[in-house]
């Protein structure tokens, strides 16, 4: 079984932290992906990567940056958090564009 | 660009039929992605389709119309356990995977 783990299930910052989401895959997976989940607009993709320091935007990725120096590992990173960061952020993996994701458990980060 | 409707939210009754609509708009198109979400959790995958048909999987099937730009996820034998959320997603020629909002799917007794 694939296995997508998040490093924190639930985190708390203050307005302007800098904050690391990681995401660790355990199967050689080519891509990998970074989510928001909100209450009425579901799933939006922030970045993903598809190799080793290859990175593009999704729809939502102002106010993020991400990381991936090694294939197994994908970070997502908040420069300066803001309140309206506060999310479930999810991590995704697949092999192509035709295997299906594979998600982590999710963190859920509350900004104050 | 990329546009997924799904209906927001759906009630059935156990032991019933229900069918969930996915309607998308796309300038590349792989495939689409239906997962399921129970509250809490992350999303599970449940079927793809890549050509036009209907894909069967025990209780649950999934049915693709390219042409239409239209899927639907069906589920028989309704369960208890069927409540959660049903997402459709759509994979295009550029690497991503773009989710609609989601249905959520309440199961009566």
């Not at chain 2, 999987?57 to 959660?84: N, V």
Request: charged share 20%; glycine share 10%; aromatic share 12%.
């Amino acid at each position: 079984d694939v296995k997508v783990t998040q490093s924190s299930r639930y985190l708390v910052k203050r307005t302007g932290e800098k904050v690391f989401l990681e995401c660790v895959q355990d199967m050689d997976h080519e891509n990998m992906f970074w989510y928001r989940q909100d209450p009425g607009l579901g799933l939006r993709l922030i970045y993903f990567s598809y190799d080793v320091k290859m990175k593009e935007k999704g729809d939502i990725p102002e106010g993020y940056s991400v990381s991936r120096e090694k294939k197994e590992r994908f970070s997502l990173i908040l420069e300066s958090a803001s309140t309206n960061q506060t999310s479930m952020y999810l991590c995704a993996s697949r092999s192509d564009g035709d295997s299906p994701l594979h998600f982590g458990n999710g963190t859920r980060l509350t900004v104050t | 660009g990329q546009n997924i409707d799904q209906p927001t939210e759906m009630t059935a009754t156990e032991g019933a039929i229900v069918q969930i609509n996915c309607t998308y708009q796309t300038s590349g198109f792989n495939g689409l992605f239906w997962y399921q979400q129970h509250a809490g959790e992350a999303p599970t995958f449940l079927s793809y389709n890549v050509l036009d048909g209907l894909e069967e999987k025990g209780r649950f099937s999934s049915f693709l119309s390219r042409s239409k730009g239209y899927s639907y996820l069906l589920l028989k034998e309704l369960q208890m356990k069927d409540s959660a959320s049903y997402l459709c997603a759509l994979s295009g020629n550029t690497g991503k995977l773009i989710f609609g909002q989601g249905t959520t799917l309440q199961v009566k007794p």
